[in-house]
């Protein structure tokens, strides 16, 4: 009864008449964050998505299609899932250095099964986050353990190069790299830059068909790099993130860090599995370290796994039991092989099409560097201006840097692409 009374005087006691005010929310404590630019790669394939052209081509982003532009899921890769999913496996975490075949696997690609280094005990490796995430931990191992050095990057370079070590507050600069005047490699003044580095700088090098350049030094000018570095006292850096895929084969486009490592020059290694498996999503790489010391390699990657914690902790599962269970089964191995040549085969064809196509509509000027170039991608020689026409006459979607990814054209587009190339360099 009590209760009930008390309840009875609430009810009946005044009101405040009209709506209950609202309490003005305060600014936010981020309301001076600036807005970040769009990424100058991932931003082409959110516009190409926006566009509603139905001729629009996206050649911005680096990943593999087919002759319809869809995305390919390499036959291998199925037959290899359907192995490790026949097992039953689990989805316990990985070891903070990643799966054990699928660092063997790698270590074996990169620079050969019987190579001394490893049966030496001198390789020390992480599996990583594809690419990005290797060469992360490779720019906070510098960050740390080689305070004060300088990162240089060739000019052009992959966009992201740039974020990586700048984010972990290693300072870096461009050496000379590209030859506007012959669209080529400027290896006089790459040489110079290099001989100017400070000693104990590092230098970051593409291992094969240069991002976005698609031009790579000769033989001859691999060995006379590796000399300029061990000379000056250089630490070689290199990004492997087309190996097999961008001539076919696994051997040749290890040449560079493999007559490194046989100059008996230490060497820093990105690997990744996006193109040459196509394992785009599945964030399939690994950070290498080869030395001339085992005990140095023994310390180096307890330190790697140090890095590696504090960032992610752990690599992912899938990806790598795909890696290594395609590299350590002969058969699949074989097979891997025969479908990386054709990729590579398809993009070679698209671009001995486009070259024709580029000399039948525009004969007075040379197009012979299309099929110099190797690789996903060509180097235009497009300007931003030219670029900006490509993409809003002709709803062609690329890097304001004037590279495409010829990965993303097929023979049914090459006379449109190419129209619209010529378009742009007459007119603007």
């Not at 054709?342 to 196509?357: D, F, P, T, W, Y």
Request: charged share 25%.
């Amino acid at each position: 009864m009590q209760l009930q009374a008390r309840m009875q005087l609430r009810s009946a006691g005044p009101r405040r008449a009209g709506p209950v005010p609202v309490r003005a929310m305060a600014g936010s404590r981020f309301a001076d964050v600036a807005q970040a630019p769009p990424d100058p790669i991932l931003g082409v394939s959110e516009a190409f998505k926006a566009s509603t052209d139905p001729n629009k081509l996206n050649l911005g982003v680096g990943a593999y299609r087919d002759e319809q532009l869809k995305p390919v899921v390499l036959s291998v890769v199925k037959k290899a899932e359907s192995k490790i999913f026949s097992r039953n496996e689990n989805k316990e975490y990985l070891t903070i250095e990643g799966l054990d075949a699928f660092r063997k696997a790698t270590v074996d690609l990169l620079l050969g099964g019987d190579h001394p280094a490893i049966k030496e005990g001198r390789v020390a490796v992480v599996q990583s986050l594809s690419g990005t995430g290797s060469l992360r931990v490779g720019a906070a191992f510098i960050a740390r353990f080689m305070k004060g050095a300088t990162v240089y990057l060739s000019n052009p370079t992959w966009g992201n190069h740039r974020n990586i070590f700048g984010d972990e507050g290693v300072e870096w600069k461009y050496y000379r790299y590209f030859d506007a005047d012959t669209v080529g490699l400027d290896f006089r003044g790459m040489v110079q830059d290099l001989q100017a580095a400070p000693p104990g700088s590092v230098v970051v090098l593409h291992g094969c068909a240069h991002n976005p350049t698609g031009i790579d030094p000769t033989k001859d000018q691999w060995a006379a790099i590796a000399d300029l570095c061990k000379e000056r006292n250089l630490m070689p850096f290199f990004d492997v993130a087309y190996q097999g895929f961008a001539t076919g084969d696994l051997d040749k486009d290890a040449y560079a860090p493999r007559l490194f490592v046989e100059k008996g020059l230490e060497i820093v290694v990105s690997q990744s599995y996006s193109k040459n498996l196509g394992l785009y999503g599945e964030r399939v790489g690994a950070l290498v370290m080869v030395l001339n010391d085992k005990e140095a390699a023994t310390r180096c990657l307890s330190q790697l796994k140090r890095l590696a914690r504090a960032l992610y902790s752990n690599p992912p599962t899938h990806g790598a039991r795909i890696a290594a269970e395609v590299v350590n089964d002969k058969e699949l191995f074989e097979e891997w092989k025969g479908e990386m040549r054709g990729m590579a085969g398809r993009i070679e064809r698209v671009r001995g099409e486009l070259q024709r196509s580029l000399e039948s509509k525009y004969p007075s000027k040379d197009w012979s560097f299309i099929t110099k170039q190797i690789g996903m991608f060509s180097f235009t020689g497009l300007t931003p201006a030219q670029v900006d026409n490509m993409t809003n006459k002709h709803a062609i979607f690329m890097t304001r840097d004037g590279r495409i990814s010829l990965a993303g054209l097929n023979s049914a587009k090459v006379d449109y692409l190419a129209e619209a190339i010529v378009d742009s360099v007459r007119n603007h």
